[in-house]
């Protein structure tokens, strides 16, 4: 199994970018979907995108389609977000999550979802 840590998140005003990096440990990497959740206060977890262990197929909520990318480096057992034009309500606790399946099928749901990364505060302040 992997284990994986999580990086880069902190404070930003709206409108602006961060950039969340996940790297993995153990296990074999390409042999892994990779998924970012995020959970705010008093909300529940929530899916926020996923990619395909080659990293030709990616998925994102609708919440935000258009204004997140997701990348991984198979060779360096990373996995990427870029968040562009981000908005208070992107404020969360975001998690790296690792599914061991390399299909095409991209799981949306935190419990199909093997291994997770202790995970990076992301404040988004108006």
């Known amino acids: 199994q992997v284990q994986l840590v999580e990086s880069g998140g902190g404070l930003v005003q709206a409108g602006g970018s961060l950039r969340l990096s996940c790297t993995a440990s153990?296990?074999?990497?390409?042999?892994?979907?990779m998924g970012w959740f995020r959970q705010a206060p008093g909300k529940l977890r929530e899916f926020v995108a996923a990619?395909?262990?080659?990293?030709?197929?990616?998925y994102f909520a609708d919440s935000v389609k258009g204004r997140f990318t997701m990348s991984r480096d198979n060779a360096k057992k990373t996995v990427t977000l870029r968040m562009n034009s981000l908005k208070p309500e992107d404020t969360a606790v975001y998690y790296c999550?690792?599914?061991?399946?390399?299909?095409?099928?991209?799981?949306?749901?935190?419990?199909?979802?093997?291994?997770w990364g202790q995970g990076t505060q992301v404040t988004v302040s108006s």
């Open positions: 999550a690792a599914k061991y399946y390399s299909g095409s099928r991209l799981p949306q749901l935190g419990s199909e979802y093997n291994n």
């Open positions: 153990g296990g074999t990497f390409r042999s892994y979907t």
């Open positions: 990619i395909s262990w080659s990293g030709g197929v990616t």
